[in-house]
């Protein structure tokens, strides 16, 4: 039987990218399965809730902390399997999963590179830029099942992934992710379907050459984590783009034409979703309801390069950060009746 190192109260802020938050009731770092069915286990036998946690960087910690649980994800196995297929634990670094298949010269993630956070959360919210989502590559998740907590495998079409959406989001009780299988098209051309991305590059640039250019416009938005960034404490996107009819859409330009917010109907980003209806974008909504890039409520900010990021400054807190973001979205309801989803996972 694994040995448990159970800690108490430990602080989770500075394992999240926000830097928010307070400490864990009781915290444990988890190698390998089967220590993670243990942390589980000791988990279910004191009827405590326990949370994952990886990267934390798409995770907003209450000031309050958490009176459960907190296991830290730190599997970290990383194989390349001849073929094209990779199998990261959950824990593995995002980008490490990237740079390896680019660096083999195997096409499907090359779009995906940046993104901070660890391979295990990839599939939770079915992570995506720059035209692609790790669901176009996903071909199994291992996971462990809470009510058993027996070691499972799922196929893609038993995971529900949608836009920045599947079934381990919406049912967040049920499976913990352990390890993620990626196949990838070795020797592959890359996907360069997102207009901002292929105004950059020609039609026949290399993995590596996508891989740095989509590097260079997370950079210039600030959603790279550098240690120089006045913008980089964030959890990327704060709020979904949102989906509306067609016919909700339409009315949005039309006030927007009739405000002149805008001077042309093209002016107004939307983008066809995967189902019925068109995706806005957060950001312009944000924008134009007037909240600008770089505004400040104390110690929160709007990014000062993308109004979709939250931006902690230092020295705030969690409740300052909902504050901020319940006064954005009720400004946006306000003035184009679109209700923002937020996007980052709030620890409760
Ligand atoms: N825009 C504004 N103002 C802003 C920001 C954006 O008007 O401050 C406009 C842009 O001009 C553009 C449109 O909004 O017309 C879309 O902007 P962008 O290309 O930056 O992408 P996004 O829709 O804001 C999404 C993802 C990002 C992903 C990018 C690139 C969501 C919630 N966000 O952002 O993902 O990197 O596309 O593919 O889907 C994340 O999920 O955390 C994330 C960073």
């Known amino acids: ?3 448990l190192e159970i800690e108490r109260d430990v602080a989770l802020a500075p394992l999240t990218s926000l830097e928010l938050g307070g400490p864990a009731k009781y915290f444990v770092r988890v190698r390998d399965e089967a220590t993670l069915i243990e942390a589980l ?30 296991v830290q994800m730190s599997i970290d196995s990383l ?28 096409a499907g993630l090359e779009c995906l590179a940046g993104i901070p956070g660890s391979a295990g959360a990839t599939p939770i919210q079915n992570v995506g830029a720059y035209g692609a989502e790790v669901a176009d ?20 079409e038993d995971c529900g992934f949608g836009y920045r ?28 379907r997102y207009a901002e991305l292929a105004r950059k590059i020609g039609p026949d640039a290399t993995l590596a050459e996508i891989r740095r250019a989509v590097l260079e416009l997370r950079r210039n938005k600030s ?17 979904l783009n949102p989906l509306v009819s067609t016919a909700d859409a339409d009315r949005l330009v039309e ?19 995967e189902g019925p209806g068109v995706k806005l974008a957060a950001g312009w909504l944000i924008e134009k309801a007037g909240v600008t890039k770089g505004s ?35 400004r946006v309801l306000d003035r184009f009746g679109v209700t923002l989803e937020r996007e980052p996972r709030l620890l409760a």
Not at 81 to 106: F, I, L
Not at 185 to 192: A, D, E
Not at 223 to 239: H, K, Q, T, V
């Open 223 to 239: 959603m790279l984590i550098e240690p120089d960034d006045p913008n980089r404490r964030s959890a990327g996107s704060f709020f």
């Open 165 to 192: 959406d599947s079934s381990f989001k919406r049912e967040p009780g049920r499976f913990v992710v352990s390890a993620v299988d990626f196949a990838l098209r070795p020797n592959g051309p890359g996907t360069v």
């Open 255 to 273: 006030q927007a034409l009739a405000d002149e917010l805008v001077s042309h109907s093209d002016e107004v980003p939307r983008y066809p979703a």
């Open 1 to 3: 039987m694994t040995e």
């Open 296 to 330: 400040r409520r104390g110690a929160i900010g709007v990014s000062s390069k993308h109004a979709l990021a939250l931006v902690h400054h230092g020295g705030g807190t969690t409740a300052e950060l909902l504050a901020f973001a319940d006064e954005i979205q009720a």
């Open 41 to 70: 286990r000791w988990s279910a036998d004191r009827e405590t809730p326990f949370a994952i946690l990886a990267g934390g960087s798409n995770l907003i910690v209450p000031d309050e902390g958490y009176q459960g649980l907190v």
């Open 79 to 106: 194989d390349f399997h001849e073929g094209g297929t990779v199998t990261a634990g959950a824990g593995v670094a995002w980008e490490k999963v990237v740079d390896g298949a680019v660096a083999r010269s195997w």
């Open 137 to 156: 590559s996903i071909t199994r998740v291992r996971v462990i099942r809470r009510d058993t907590l027996e070691l499972e495998e799922l196929a893609p």
